[in-house]
């Protein structure tokens, strides 16, 4: 479920994203439609991030969230699919059933 609340983008969250995702600052910076000298700025803190970036930056986030997501819980979807007989199965219900037995003693 996706949260309702901005992330707080410093320094290090623009960073730990970049390297997340594999990317270079080139990378970064052609992603972002922005220089390369931002992308270095907003990473050293000298520069504070604009709004629109800020926005780029979530989905981005977001985006590598659910494909995380997606491959930590593909086993799950496949073991449920050859229990149950099943061709198709809802990913957000294994995710869910996932995550409320580890809640659950």
Do not use: H
Request: include cysteine.
């Amino acid at each position: 479920m996706m949260e309702n609340y901005s992330l707080e983008w410093n320094k290090q969250s623009v960073r730990a994203l970049r390297l997340r995702l594999g990317f270079s600052k080139s990378d970064m910076a052609r992603r972002l439609k922005c220089s390369l000298k931002q992308v270095d700025s907003w990473e050293e803190g000298t520069q504070d991030l604009e709004i629109q970036i800020k926005g780029e930056l979530e989905i981005m986030y977001r985006q590598c969230q659910e494909c995380s997501d997606e491959v930590k819980y593909a086993p799950a979807s496949e073991v449920a699919l050859d229990k149950n007989a099943l061709e198709q199965i809802e990913f957000s219900r294994v995710k869910a059933d996932l995550e409320q037995s580890r809640t659950t003693p």
